[in-house]
């Protein structure tokens, strides 16, 4: 990989990671007695061990002219390796997270174990981890192909996907220490806030820059939700991550709002980190991955453009709806609620968009479990669309919320729709990328398939069943006119769905082992076949190396 | 046929963006700018007073180990929830808390009126271990809170960066911060009068994990837990009035 880049490339990698170590370094001095102090360590050992592999290619001569006439994939590579790792690791904390509710002492009686610590490392690790390095990977590759261009350098893709990913451990070791804003889904501290932000305006600059360069003059569909991820998410971000931190050497702050206004802005934060990561960006790898796999055009233009423009528009107005029935004003509750109904007319366009574009192509759905993995995707996006408006109804809420069926229905969307679309778009873009016919083996594509799919009906049952459960236990009246159930009671009937939501959460995890396996496996064959064939120019310098020692 | 007009805004990436943030920018601006200027939406609380440097540090503990994953600070306006757990949430009782803990989840039930509703003995020995006083229950254990050495030297940092963002803190109150802390959890000392004198003689001065020679996390973490709904009485106020009323 190193080899691929060029000489002042190469160079300018070891300085950025000579400024990233001594950033470390100097967390480490100053933060003496405080968790920004292992930062600056993690931060340090990161720098250090990118600048190894650097250096091992450092002397490796000069790419040739020819690679600009391709694309530029291997970040993408790496990209999906990465995701597959963070999916593994965030989906085994889920599942222990999950058995934590129903065997509490799980714990072995250590702070960093406990329910409330873990808890964001399972949902950072799978959203961000997983989620936002497929979304990267993705986004690079289909850039390329729509546009017809070549990325314009080959330093700024690295330095957006390895600075994505030292965010993603900063925050996941971080929640451990406990290091947290308290946030939902933005709970890294302020010194991980400003450097994703840096790393998420490169990202955004790749993108206008490759747009710049582009041979088609249409922006393709996929790419103005791609776009709309990386621009809205960095509007969020940085509204919401606004705080004063206690001191420069310190990791605690507090949030610049506080009370309703917080609450609003986190919710709207939090709605739209939904909207804009885990759809908008998913919807990017649908139009095109999907589309491809099928071998059919988008069904229909116009509908792509009213779902785009209603998801944008629409999604900010929902967050509200996180907040009915509290001291939030109601006028906002209700433009929340409005705004959530409405939403559903571009979900469901997006929806039809995806399922319309299968017809002519059901055979393959048929036969083809990659292809079938994003029909389902788009299936579940539809279902878990829906109930999202149906639980923003005021009344419907004050069932719903503070229960499980909300994570339940959150739930239906990150495994039904975000991970299957992202699984199947893996499986289609694997052998593209590493020059195979097909993954190692479509018969764990299969079995992978039906893991995924039952593991996500398990858990989403169980969980509508629980919070349902809780829901009217809470409000069940006896003939007194008291409340015959105290809150320990509804604790007691969460029990066995606990455990089926565990085990539902366990067979979707299984799901994701085969998955890594299988590309884990599809890659090797390719690095055995390029060594076999003596085409050994895209084989890392180290792995050449080995061969040739064992000579 | 005139080109569809969307052909046109597809061919300049910069003309997109534009479009992008501006059509996405209208619904939050909406919903919260308002939130900061219209005056009903925070009622008026003149009893309200700001945490202790201890009750604090206690909050900051809830905030570390995550206890709003499962906890609502956030009764809503049902009858039910009223019942159970006391008159609903004004949006003033949150007014100093930088960020609020709302929460979104009870797996355990709603904390927002907690305060004073058990004994500090109750709370230490349910944070040792839940399930030595409830069996069903299905908390972590918080056993290292009663071994673990409060820090309190950084105490004046935190209130100072409390009033950057808003809360009414006197030079007076960051001064002693780390005094205060040690105060309230050390009754019938000079110290502890003090606390009272800072913060209303209904401060809370209590040993409150039990050893008053030592100031813990379990120290911190019960003063905040037992402070929960009681910075003002207001909502205790409005629901009295509506009663009256009612009669």
């Known amino acids: 990989m190193v080899s691929q880049l060029t000489i002042s490339e190469r160079q300018y990698a070891l300085a950025t990671l000579l400024l990233l170590g001594l950033g470390g370094l100097a967390m480490a001095a100053m933060g003496r007695g405080d968790p920004i102090a292992v930062h ?72 960093w174990s406990s329910f409330g610590r873990l808890r964001p490392v399972h949902t950072s690790g799978v959203i961000f981890g997983f989620g936002g390095n497929a979304l990267i990977a993705t986004s690079f590759h289909v850039l390329q192909r729509t546009t017809r261009a070549r990325m314009p350098g080959q330093f700024a893709p690295w330095f957006v996907l390895l600075g994505y990913n030292l965010f993603c451990v900063v925050a996941a070791s971080g929640y451990l220490i406990g290091v947290t804003q308290s946030k939902e889904y933005a709970e890294p501290e302020w010194y991980a806030d400003i450097w994703l932000v840096v790393v998420w305006v490169s990202y955004f600059l790749i993108y206008l820059r490759t747009l710049a360069r582009r041979k088609e003059p249409h922006i393709y569909v996929a790419n103005w939700y791609y776009m709309a991820f990386i621009l809205v998410v960095a509007v969020l971000h940085i509204v919401n991550n606004l705080a004063v931190p206690i001191a420069w050497n310190a990791a605690k702050s507090y949030s610049l709002f506080s009370g309703v206004q917080d609450a609003m802005t986190q919710w709207w934060y939090g709605h739209n980190a939904v909207a804009f990561f885990l759809t908008a960006g998913f919807l990017g790898m649908m139009y095109y991955y999907l589309p491809k ?78 292809l079938r993995f994003m029909m389902v995707a788009a299936v579940f996006y539809g279902l878990s669309t829906f109930e999202g408006s149906f639980m923003a109804i005021r009344p419907v809420n004050a069932l719903s919320h503070y229960t499980d069926w909300t994570v339940g229905h959150v739930h239906a969307g990150a495994l039904g729709w975000v991970a299957m679309i992202t699984f199947g778009s893996f499986y289609a873009l694997v052998p593209w990328m590493w020059k195979r016919e097909t993954m190692y083996s479509p018969k764990l594509i299969e079995v992978h398939f039906w893991l995924a799919l039952a593991g996500t009906i398990v858990y989403v049952f169980a969980m509508w069943n629980s919070g349902i459960i809780q829901g009217l236990m809470w409000r069940t009246y006896n003939e007194s006119g008291s409340l015959t159930y105290s809150f320990i009671d509804s604790l007691v009937a969460m029990h066995p769905y606990y455990i089926a939501r565990a085990f539902g959460g366990l067979l979707f995890l299984l799901g994701a082992l085969v998955a890594a396996y299988n590309v884990w496996m599809t890659i090797r064959q390719s690095r055995m076949d390029a060594i076999d064939a003596g085409e050994d120019a895209d084989i890392p310098l180290f792995a050449r190396d080995a061969v040739q020692a064992g000579e | 046929m005139k080109e569809f007009f969307h052909r046109k805004i597809e061919r300049n990436a910069i003309g997109f963006v534009v479009a992008i943030v501006a059509v996405a920018s209208i ?127 950084d105490l004046g940092e935190h209130l100072v960066a409390q009033q950057a963002v808003g809360v009414p803190y006197t030079s007076e109150m960051v001064d002693n911060a780390v005094q205060d802390a040690r105060g309230q959890a050390a009754p019938d000392t000079d110290a502890a009068s003090a606390v009272a004198e800072r913060y209303g003689e209904a401060t809370h001065v209590r040993a409150f994990d039990g050893d008053p020679s030592r100031l813990t996390e379990m120290d911190a973490l019960v003063a905040y837990l037992q402070i929960l709904g009681k910075l003002t009485d207001k909502a205790n106020q409005q629901a009295a009035a509506v009663e009256v009323e009612e009669q």
């Open chain 1, 40 to 111: 600056g360590y993690i931060v340090l050992i990161f720098a250090i061990g990118l600048s190894f592999v650097v250096m091992a290619g450092y002397y490796a001569p000069e790419p040739d002219k020819t690679r600009l006439s391709r694309y530029y994939d291997d970040p993408t590579k790496v990209g999906i390796v990465l995701s597959i790792a963070w999916a593994v690791v965030g989906m085994f904390v889920g599942v222990w997270v999950a058995a934590l509710l129903a065997w509490p002492d799980l714990t072995f009686d250590q702070a």
């Open chain 2, 27 to 153: 619904g939050g601006f909406i919903e919260i700018a308002p939130l900061f200027t219209i005056h009903e939406t925070v009622e008026e609380a003149p009893d309200m007073r700001t945490y202790t440097p201890l009750e604090l540090a206690g909050r900051n503990i809830y905030i570390r180990e995550g206890c709003y994953a499962c906890h609502s600070q956030m009764i809503r306006t049902l009858r039910d929830e009223v019942e159970r757990y006391g008159p609903y949430s004004l949006a003033v009782e949150s007014k100093y808390d930088h960020p609020m803990l709302w929460g979104s989840k009870r797996t355990g039930p709603d904390l927002a009126r907690l305060g004073e509703k058990y004994s500090d003995a109750w709370h230490v020995a349910h944070l040792i271990n839940p399930r030595d006083v409830v069996p069903e229950s299905v908390m972590p254990k918080y056993g290292w809170l009663m071994r673990n050495e409060l820090r309190i030297d």
């Open chain 1, 293 to 370: 796999r099928a071998g059919r055009p988008i069904f229909s233009y116009r509908l792509s453009i009213i779902s785009f423009w209603g998801i944008t528009f629409l999604y900010m107005w929902a967050g509200s709806h996180h907040l009915h029935y509290t001291a939030l004003p109601q006028w906002v509750q209700t433009l929340g609620m409005t705004f959530s109904i409405v939403l559903l007319v571009p979900s469901w366009a997006s929806a039809g968009n995806a399922l319309a574009t299968l017809n002519g192509a059901w055979h393959k759905v048929r036969d083809d479990a990659t």
